[in-house]
């Protein structure tokens, strides 16, 4: 058998449920601010801000990177800097193609 208690399990569990509990209250603001009369800019920081924050909780606990060691996470905070990079820059190129 191995060495795991009913006590271990039942702490993972309840990590599970309170990452699926913070997922659906993010869900919930994402469609609750979808229909705000936002700018489009704002509408698209706010929506890369709460995916952001999804994926990393979905990273994080269900692909179990949270006890990953400082490699791991130094190549992680690199793909999520160049992913902003890259998601930022058409919303520059709309504001400066309407002039705004």
């Known amino acids: 058998m191995s060495g795991t208690s ?19 209250v993010l869900t919930i603001a994402t469609v609750g601010v979808s229909y705000l009369e936002l700018t489009i800019p704002l509408a698209i920081l706010v929506a890369l801000v709460v995916a952001t924050v999804k ?7 269900f692909m179990h ?18 992913f902003c990079v890259l998601m930022f820059l058409p919303l520059f190129a709309m504001l ?4 705004q």
């Open 55 to 61: 994926g990393s909780l979905v990273a994080s606990y």
């Open 6 to 24: 009913a006590d271990e399990i039942r702490k993972h569990v309840k990590v599970y449920v309170m990452v699926f509990v913070a997922l659906m």
């Open 65 to 82: 990177l949270v006890g990953e060691k400082k490699p791991v996470y130094w190549a992680l905070m690199l793909t999520a800097v160049f």
């Open 96 to 99: 400066d193609h309407t002039g």
